[in-house]
């Protein structure tokens, strides 16, 4: 993983979290802005995947689990669209909640992952 | 069979839990189906458990989006299930992690499981949420379900 490209992806979700939460409980419902942020994330976790891929091969390589890490990414990159399809199908603003319930939990895995990749505590 | 206000905000709060059984259902079965895979002689109890928590919240999961009387039992079931494996293992992750086959009480570590020291690892949503759920299903008698 690269840090600065993790900060952002972290940074990223959690403002589209914490934000979809907030307009969710405002009682919007989902709409571009929740969905492009969602989208956004998604992009991200993407680009993470092909940097994942590449990484190793250019001089940095993980230093934890590499099974671990991918673990986590495919279930990050997996949620989003589930979180996305949701507020579509239902368009409630608990689904913007929703959305923003996914953006947290990827901020969160993200820095597992930063953890898993560079960090190792024990 | 209109729905009042208070009970749309209450299904409403649902689809929320929902969503939440459902990260934490891939967080825990990610982790232990890794554990598993990785390093199962280190800590065979604890990984066993790890797995049978997984199912768990799997099972927690379908049973708070499916309608009709067993599915609300068997929710209730599993998420009291729940409640009690964090009390009681996230009790003997701190004073006896020996007794799970741990060498350190750490929530963060490479043997944590998403019951380890009541789910601090989680930001405690593993102690949080069953509670949530069990007051959520009180306010949800199969019937007022069906009128969805």
Redesign the interface.
């Known amino acids: 993983m690269v840090e600065w490209f993790t900060w952002v992806q972290v940074a990223v979700a959690l403002i589209a979290g914490l934000g979809s939460v907030v307009l969710g409980l405002l009682g919007r419902t989902p709409d571009d802005l929740t969905l492009g942020a969602a989208l956004l994330v998604e992009v991200l976790l993407v680009v993470q995947l092909v940097v994942a891929i590449i990484a190793p091969g250019v001089g940095n390589p993980p230093t934890g689990?590499l099974?671990?890490f991918y673990?986590?990414l495919i279930?990050a990159i997996?949620?989003v669209p589930?979180?996305g399809f949701?507020a579509l199908i239902?368009r409630?603003?608990?689904?913007t909640?929703?959305l923003g319930?996914?953006g947290l939990?990827i901020a969160?895995m993200v820095y597992r992952m930063y953890q898993i990749w560079a960090v190792q505590?024990? | 069979m209109m729905p009042t206000t208070t009970s749309r905000r209450t299904l409403g709060i649902g689809r929320v839990l929902i969503a939440v059984y459902a990260v934490l259902a891939i967080a825990a079965t990610g982790r232990s189906a890794f554990q598993i895979a990785d390093r199962f002689d280190e800590a065979p109890v604890a990984f066993t458990l790890s797995a049978v928590s997984a199912v768990v919240y799997i099972l927690a999961t379908v049973a708070l989006i499916a309608p009709g009387e067993v599915w609300y039992r068997i929710a209730w079931v599993t998420i009291g299930f729940e409640l009690v494996g964090v009390l009681v293992i996230g009790t003997i992750s701190l004073f006896a992690p020996a007794l799970l086959g741990l060498d350190s009480p750490n929530p963060f570590g490479r043997e944590a499981t998403v019951w380890s020291a009541y789910g601090a690892g989680y930001l405690l949503v593993p102690l949080v949420l069953p509670v949530l759920g069990l007051l959520y299903l009180r306010g949800r008698r199969p019937r007022a379900a069906e009128a969805l």
Do not use: F, H
């Open positions: 689990n099974l671990e673990v986590y279930s997996i949620i589930l979180a949701w239902e409630s603003r608990w689904s909640v929703v319930v996914a939990a969160v505590v024990a």
